[in-house]
């Protein structure tokens, strides 16, 4: 859930996406992403969820009010 409450994610690994529920609206929207997702975490921002990891980038789904996305942040070093 995001920090709100507002937003749910969920990883589909099986179909490569992300499927966002809005909790007010009720609607679920799902997104296609080019990784294999494993969980959806909460990161710092309200509504930024981490779907899944690489050795050299990590994905993440935007689903906040401006739009939903994902977007792809390169790892420099080791994170571990």
């Known amino acids: 859930f995001s920090n709100d409450g507002a937003k749910l994610v969920i990883a589909n690994r099986r179909g490569r996406s992300a499927t966002v ?3 007010q609206a009720s ?3 799902s997104l296609a992403c080019d990784c294999d997702p494993l969980v959806a975490s909460a990161a710092a921002s309200n509504a930024v969820f ?5 050795s050299d980038s990590v994905v993440f789904v935007d689903a906040s009010s401006a739009g939903l996305r994902t977007f792809t942040v390169p790892v420099m070093g080791d994170t571990r």
Not at 50 to 54: N, P, Q, S, V
């Open 50 to 54: 981490r779907i899944a990891e690489t």
């Open 27 to 29: 609607k679920a929207t």
């Open 21 to 23: 529920v809005d909790m």
